[in-house]
């Protein structure tokens, strides 16, 4: 391929491995003493994956596959502990720093401005709270970061093999999460309104979209077949969490999010990446976090949602800070590591949780982070929502034991465990072995997917259910105890297990009228 630059080759500072390695094991050690210090469990989503793990089925799943993938692979590991469900996304963010603070290099940064670069990312909230959860969050950060580095290489050369890239980072994208539609958009807008609108006249980005549609084809082919379920998963999304969500307060988020030093470093970067001069070869990867960041803003996404622009955003700030050549730059530069360690130190609480419960709530009050404590549906809370889904879920479990020990011997052979949502059904799944529970079902989300097994309900111990649906079903409930989590979000304060007999009808003839429920 040709290239269009003059300066196109030359040459890359060198990689500041010594530098770039230190901020990745601070951040794996931190991760280290989380595990060892903490007094959170698994957290409510990462019960769902894992329970997606052990269903399966790669071409018939209702979600991107990628993160079940991941969870057969987790739950492989020995001891079906904490440790063996945090190892992945640790591993991921350390993964997502070494990229960014490449990319840093590839934008012409020397050691301080890869460094800083890396460190920004680990001092932000937001990734340090998504490289500690099990979620498909941090992998889909992983993906736009790759992709977008790829976008700055090819500014710099358009070689073939960088296209490949980009194929298989959208590829990866699309079996994590359909939310890489979003970037694939926004890319190609930017390719639009750049120079860059020549590579369309190259077959290289449209292998690349090629490669990308084989390997995220497991997606797709899971929609098809299963009826696009996707459609219904963002309607109720729609209804239940994003109408909460105003431009306003999308845009009023970012900074807590991310770090306020970060979130200067990364404003910095947006503006040099589109308006400077020095810069403008690589306007494809500004254009595209910009594009990406409007297009979330319209449909009113979830704040987070736009967290992968801001690793290249970093690292295109760190390299104009770097380049400051004033009387005050010294100063400024180590003035922006120190705020920037500052507030990752101040904010550390808030995306590691690392204190007791109440410790955790009481801090958050301290530094004025009360707005970290509004859930989904726009509630305010005694700990953020993600902390206060790491709480009760092995009690429930240890509840739902209790209830079939009491249950006589032919009982518990024809038992099953009904899951009123998908953490008390996920958790229930994932404690199922230590516990010696009886089969898991439930008819909310991927659940009903996984389908109600083979036993017909003979008797069912549910937990969380209404006694009131449940007897629309069987002629005989009772509640066996009620497992009461002070900390945990409302809705799993006070939770019953009930042992229902006496069904009017198997599991699996109602199976099919239970489908949709959310």
């Known amino acids: 391929m040709t290239t269009h630059s003059s300066d196109t080759h030359d040459a890359r500072p060198p990689f ?10 601070v951040s794996l050690a931190l991760h280290v003493i989380t595990l060892m210090v903490t007094t959170f469990g698994i957290q409510r989503d990462e019960f769902l994956y894992f329970s997606m793990g052990e269903h399966l089925r790669l071409w018939r799943m209702d979600f991107p596959p990628l993160i079940a993938i991941l969870a057969n ?11 063996a469900v945090r190892v992945f996304p640790a591993v991921e963010g350390a993964a997502l720093t070494l990229l960014a603070a490449l990319i840093g290099r590839e934008l012409g940064g020397g050691r301080f401005a890869q460094g800083l670069t890396a460190l920004c990312c680990i001092s932000s909230v937001l990734f340090q709270r998504t490289s500690t959860l099990f979620q498909p969050v941090v992998l889909d950060q992983l993906w736009w970061t790759l992709a977008l580095w790829m976008l700055v290489r090819l500014s710099r050369e358009e070689r073939p093999r960088d296209w ?44 690349a979209a090629a490669i990308a549609f084989v390997i995220g084809a497991p997606s797709i082919v899971g929609q098809v077949r299963l009826g696009y379920p996707v459609v219904a998963q963002m309607r109720d999304l729609q209804g239940q969490q994003l109408g909460h969500v105003s431009w306003l307060s999308f845009v009023a988020e970012q900074p807590l999010m991310v770090s306020p030093a970060p979130f200067v470093v990364a404003v910095i970067g947006v503006v040099a990446l589109i308006a400077t001069h ?33 690793p290249t955003l970093f690292a295109a700030g760190a390299v104009v800070v770097e380049a400051w050549r004033a009387r005050w730059a010294t100063a400024a530069r180590w003035s922006i590591v120190a705020v920037t360690i500052a507030f990752g130190a101040l904010l550390l609480p808030l995306g590691m949780p690392l204190l007791g419960w109440g410790q955790t709530g009481d801090y958050i009050a301290r530094i004025g982070a009360s707005s970290s404590l509004r859930t989904n549906q726009g509630v305010m809370e005694r700990l953020p929502q993600d902390y206060a889904d790491m709480i009760g879920w092995e009690e429930q479990s240890q509840a739902l034991a209790r209830a079939t020990r009491a249950l006589s011997a032919g009982e518990r052979e024809a038992a099953v465990i009904l899951g009123a949502n998908y ?67 409302a809705e799993e304060r006070e939770v019953p297990v009930l042992v229902a007999r006496r069904p009017r009808t198997t599991l699996q003839a109602i199976w099919p009228s239970l489908a949709g429920r959310q």
């Not at 692979?73 to 440790?83: N, V």
């Not at 810069?279 to 987070?304: I, S």
């Open 16 to 25: 500041a491995v010594g530098i770039v390695a230190t901020v990745v094991a």
């Open 164 to 207: 490949i890239g980009f194929g298989i980072a959208m590829g990866l994208g699309l079996l994590t999460k359909f939310s890489i539609l979003f970037f694939g958009l926004a890319a190609l807008g930017a390719i639009v309104v750049t120079p860059a609108r020549r590579w369309l006249l190259t077959p290289w980005p449209w292998l």
């Open 278 to 310: 020095r810069a403008r070869r690589f306007a494809v990867a500004g254009w595209a976090c910009l594009l990406a960041f409007a297009l979330l803003l319209v449909l009113h996404g979830k704040a987070y949602y736009i967290g992968p622009i801001y």
């Open 73 to 83: 692979i987790a739950g492989a590991l020995p001891g079906h502990t904490l440790a």
């Open 423 to 489: 953490g008390e059904a996920g958790a229930a799944e994932f404690y199922r072995a230590k516990y010696d529970l009886p089969p898991v079902v439930s008819s909310v989300g991927s659940f009903w997917f996984f389908g109600p097994g083979a036993r017909p309900g003979t008797v069912l111990v549910s937990i969380g259910a209404d006694s009131v649906d449940i007897a629309k079903f069987y002629d005989d409930v009772r509640v066996a105890e009620v497992v009461r989590s002070p900390w945990s979000v």
